[in-house]
């Protein structure tokens, strides 16, 4: 009895497994392989601490570099897209080209400054200075505004919406619409003669103390934060909007940004179902490594448990196939004993 135990452990363990793997996403496998391919825009971002949420439906990021000449570098970016970059120099401010080659390292400083946390802050204020320069970079003021509907809380229901502009979401507690927005505004002041980091936040116009563990908006430092994206989409003039599937627990902001474009596959007979799915295409322009890390992030976000069940539940089948292949063909199990010839 117990040698059939034994063999039957393995087998039922991995079956169970490689089962609960492909239970688990067997929805995302069909509409991944099977469905159709498009691209949308993350469109809101319900922003979760604990049981209650805030739906951030729009993000105004302006950042103000000052060098110790006094010239100062500013940007702009609405909802994830740069709008403005402006150099002012004795008194007198010059819009920047942003069509312009020459235009584009001060276009990539602006975005990196509005959309990093503040640690990124501080490293791109160490890379600029430089010891013997006499101009140098003397502090970055960020000020983040993001708009947001506050008090969401029950199952979601319905999102109603206009093209890829979130209204309001209807949940099992009431609806919460856009009209009840109001802003939460949160400046950072790094000033690199001091090293000194100083916050100041006001919401919907009133002063908070931002807690020491956050530095904006977007870069909450409680494990109890997380983030889960609603992403809009067209097929055939019609819009979509979908709450995603990932991001509920420990993931990160950055993986899917407010407002960037992200590849999605949606049933064609009901495009409602839909998720968002790795953009191996976008892959292929980077080098090995990077290629390497995107991918290896990618699916670990959309396919992590179905991927965990799968690998453990191979290495028991792979276990079994060992035992049983012991039991069907033993082989000589004392090779030291062999039976020698007799002499003549």
Not at 85 to 96: E, H, L, M, P
Not at 105 to 125: I, W
């Amino acid at each position: 009895m117990k040698r059939v135990v034994k063999a039957a452990f393995f087998p039922l363990v991995a079956a169970l497994l490689i089962a609960a793997g492909y239970g688990w996403g067997r929805h995302s496998f069909r509409l991944f392989f099977g469905g159709a391919k498009a691209y949308g825009t993350i469109t809101a971002l319900l922003k979760y601490y604990d049981a209650q949420a805030v739906l951030i439906v729009a993000i105004d990021q302006e950042v103000v570099c000052t060098r110790t000449s006094g010239v100062q570098l500013q940007g702009r970016m609405h909802n994830g897209r740069l709008t403005a970059v402006t150099v002012i120099s004795n008194g007198q401010a010059t819009a920047v080209r942003l069509a312009d080659a020459p235009a584009h390292v001060l276009q990539s400083a602006a975005t990196e400054l509005c959309t990093t946390d503040a640690n990124g802050v501080k490293r791109f204020l160490m890379r600029q200075s430089v010891p013997s320069s006499t101009d140098r970079m003397q502090t970055i003021v960020r000020t983040e505004t993001v708009q947001v509907i506050p008090g969401v809380q029950g199952t979601l229901r319905a999102i109603s919406a206009s093209n890829d502009i979130v209204l309001a979401l209807a949940t099992d507690a009431g609806t919460f619409t856009r009209a009840s927005a109001y802003p939460i505004v949160t400046t950072m002041t790094f000033t690199l003669q001091t090293n000194a980091t100083r916050y100041v936040r006001t919401q919907n116009g009133a002063a908070r103390p931002p807690p020491a563990f956050q530095d904006f908006f977007l870069f909450e430092r409680d494990y109890r934060y997380s983030f889960r994206p609603l992403f809009s989409f067209a097929v055939s003039g019609a819009w979509y909007t979908v709450l995603a599937d990932v991001g509920r627990r420990m993931t990160p902001p950055g993986a899917y940004p407010p407002f960037a474009p992200v590849c999605l596959a949606y049933d064609p007979r009901n495009p409602q179902d839909a998720l968002l799915t790795p953009d191996f295409a976008a892959f292929k322009t980077m080098t090995f490594l990077q290629r390497f890390n995107a991918t290896t992030e990618a699916v670990f976000i959309r396919w992590l448990y179905p991927f965990l069940f799968f690998s453990i539940g191979g290495v028991m089948a792979l276990v079994a196939l060992l035992l049983a292949s012991l039991v069907l063909a033993p082989g000589v199990r004392h090779p030291g004993h062999a039976a020698t010839a007799s002499p003549p």
